[in-house]
C-alpha cells in the first residue's frame, strides 16, 4: 500500500539484457522499485549461469512495483517499447539467444488488454518494416537475479556503457525513437542547437563565458535549470567556462562518454537532457573537480536579476561562504 492507500501495482518487461532495462525506468516519478531477475521457465530460483544456459526456459526481465495513480501502465508499455527491437525473435542486439527474447508479463486482464492494444499500434504505425514479434504473456513467479546484476549501471558505470554502445542498442533506438527537437530549432541558434542537442563542442576561447566574471547564475538555454554559479566558477586556462562544482548535484547528470575514442565524463542537465560539457579530475579545490561546460549550452542571470527572473531562492549563494557545500 502506498502512504495514500491504494494499492501498487507489478509489472514486468522482458528486454535483452535486463542491465539495459533497469535504468529507463529509474527515478520515473510513480515508480516505487526495479528488479533485475528470471521469468518464464521452469526452474525454481534459478542461477545466471543457469538461464544463460537457455535450459530453465527463462527470460532475463525486470520486475517494476509502481503507483499507478502517478504512472499509468501505459506509460510503462510507452517506454518498453522505446528500449527494444521488437522485430528481433532471437534475442537483441548482440545478446542472442532464447534468454534474450523480448516479452511484456501481464499481472491481470487489464495489463493484457493494454499490452495488447499497445502492440497493435505500433504494428499499424509502419514504425518497422518486420513484424512485432515480442510475446505477451501471462506473469510466472518472479526470481531476482543476484545481487551483483542489480541496478548494474550503477554500480557498473563505464562496463554499462562499453554494453550499451558495443551492443548497438543505443544506435538503434536512435534511429527508430528519435527525440522531437524540431522546436528547439527556433528557439536555439545554431551553435546552441549543435551543443545541447547534438553533443557538440564550441571553439574555445572564443565563446561567451570563458572570461566571463560577473556574479550570477548560469541556467540551462533549453529549460532555465539552475546549474552553476560564478561563486564555484574560475579560470581553468582552457578556454571554456569552468565550475568546481553545480549549484546542486541533482541538476545534473552525469555518463560515460566513449565517443572520439576517448573516455570521458559527460555532463548533461537533468530535466531538459541538454549536453553541457565534461568533468574531469583536475580541479583546483577539494573535490579535485573541474567541470568544463560549453557557453553555448549556458544563459546568464545576473545576480541583480534573480528575483526577478524567479531565482531568488538562490541568492542564498551569495551569502554563504564561497566554498560551503548544500
Same mark, same amino acid.
Given at each position: 500500500?502506498?502512504?495514500?492507500?491504494?494499492?501498487?501495482?507489478?509489472?514486468?518487461?522482458?528486454?535483452?539484457?535486463?542491465?539495459?532495462?533497469?535504468?529507463?525506468?529509474?527515478?520515473?516519478?510513480?515508480?516505487?522499485?526495479?528488479?533485475?531477475?528470471?521469468?518464464?521457465?521452469?526452474?525454481?530460483?534459478?542461477?545466471?549461469?543457469?538461464?544463460?544456459?537457455?535450459?530453465?526456459?527463462?527470460?532475463?526481465?525486470?520486475?517494476?512495483?509502481?503507483? =499507478?495513480?502517478?504512472?499509468?501502465?501505459?506509460?510503462?508499455?510507452?517506454?518498453?517499447?522505446?528500449?527494444?527491437?521488437?522485430?528481433?525473435?532471437?534475442?537483441?542486439?548482440?545478446?542472442?539467444?532464447?534468454?534474450?527474447?523480448?516479452?511484456?508479463?501481464?499481472?491481470?486482464?487489464?495489463?493484457?488488454?493494454?499490452?495488447?492494444?499497445?502492440?497493435?499500434?505500433?504494428?499499424?504505425?509502419?514504425?518497422?518494416?518486420?513484424?512485432?514479434?515480442?510475446?505477451?504473456?501471462?506473469?510466472?513467479?518472479?526470481?531476482?537475479?543476484?545481487?551483483?546484476?542489480? $541496478?548494474?549501471? *550503477?554500480?557498473?558505470?563505464?562496463?554499462?556503457?562499453?554494453?550499451?554502445?558495443?551492443?548497438?542498442?543505443?544506435?538503434?533506438?536512435?534511429?527508430?525513437?528519435? *527525440?522531437?527537437?524540431? /522546436?528547439?530549432?527556433?528557439?536555439?541558434?545554431?551553435?546552441?542547437?549543435?551543443?545541447?542537442?547534438?553533443?557538440?563542442?564550441?571553439?574555445?576561447?572564443?565563446?561567451?563565458?570563458? $572570461?566571463?566574471?560577473?556574479?550570477?547564475?548560469?541556467?540551462?538555454?533549453?529549460?532555465?535549470? =539552475?546549474?552553476?554559479?560564478?561563486?564555484? *566558477?574560475?579560470?581553468?586556462?582552457?578556454?571554456?567556462?569552468?565550475?568546481?562544482? =553545480?549549484?546542486?548535484?541533482?541538476?545534473?547528470?552525469?555518463?560515460?562518454?566513449?565517443? /572520439?575514442?576517448?573516455?570521458?565524463?559527460?555532463?548533461?542537465?537533468?530535466?531538459?537532457?541538454? /549536453?553541457?560539457?565534461?568533468?574531469?579530475?583536475?580541479?583546483?579545490?577539494?573535490?579535485?573537480?573541474?567541470?568544463?561546460?560549453?557557453?553555448?549550452?549556458?544563459?546568464?542571470?545576473?545576480?541583480?536579476?534573480?528575483?526577478?527572473?524567479?531565482?531568488?531562492d538562490f541568492l542564498l549563494l551569495f551569502r554563504m561562504p564561497k566554498n560551503h557545500h548544500f
Amino acid at each position: 500500500m502506498s502512504e495514500k492507500g491504494w494499492l501498487m501495482e507489478k509489472a514486468a518487461f522482458a528486454g535483452g539484457c535486463f542491465w539495459c532495462m533497469v535504468s529507463p525506468f529509474d527515478e520515473m516519478e510513480g515508480v516505487i522499485s526495479l528488479v533485475s531477475g528470471y521469468l518464464g521457465g521452469d526452474t525454481e530460483f534459478p542461477s545466471y549461469k543457469e538461464v544463460l544456459s537457455g535450459k530453465t526456459g527463462h527470460y532475463e526481465a525486470v520486475e517494476i512495483t509502481f503507483d =499507478p495513480k502517478i504512472i499509468p501502465y501505459s506509460r510503462l508499455l510507452e517506454l518498453f517499447w522505446q528500449q527494444i527491437d521488437p522485430t528481433d525473435e532471437g534475442g537483441q542486439f548482440q545478446d542472442r539467444g532464447s534468454m534474450y527474447r523480448t516479452a511484456i508479463f501481464y499481472y491481470n486482464e487489464n495489463q493484457r488488454r493494454e499490452a495488447e492494444a499497445s502492440k497493435e499500434a505500433l504494428s499499424q504505425s509502419s514504425k518497422f518494416q518486420k513484424p512485432i514479434v515480442t510475446e505477451i504473456i501471462p506473469a510466472t513467479p518472479f526470481y531476482p537475479a543476484e545481487e551483483y546484476h542489480q $541496478n548494474f549501471y *550503477k554500480k557498473n558505470a563505464f562496463r554499462y556503457a562499453l554494453h550499451q554502445q558495443g551492443s548497438g542498442r543505443l544506435e538503434f533506438l536512435k534511429k527508430h525513437w528519435p *527525440k522531437d527537437k524540431s /522546436h528547439l530549432r527556433e528557439s536555439l541558434t545554431n551553435m546552441q542547437y549543435f551543443v545541447t542537442q547534438e553533443n557538440g563542442t564550441e571553439p574555445p576561447f572564443d565563446n561567451r563565458y570563458w $572570461n566571463y566574471d560577473e556574479e550570477g547564475i548560469y541556467v540551462d538555454i533549453v529549460s532555465g535549470e =539552475p546549474l552553476f554559479s560564478s561563486r564555484d *566558477k574560475y579560470d581553468s586556462g582552457c578556454g571554456w567556462p569552468s565550475f568546481t562544482k =553545480p549549484i546542486l548535484s541533482g541538476y545534473i547528470t552525469e555518463q560515460y562518454d566513449l565517443s /572520439h575514442r576517448m573516455t570521458r565524463t559527460e555532463v548533461r542537465s537533468k530535466q531538459a537532457d541538454s /549536453h553541457l560539457g565534461h568533468v574531469f579530475q583536475d580541479g583546483p579545490t577539494e573535490n579535485g573537480l573541474r567541470y568544463c561546460i560549453n557557453s553555448a549550452a549556458l544563459r546568464f542571470v545576473p545576480k541583480t536579476d534573480m528575483e526577478k527572473e524567479g531565482y531568488g531562492d538562490f541568492l542564498l549563494l551569495f551569502r554563504m561562504p564561497k566554498n560551503h557545500h548544500f
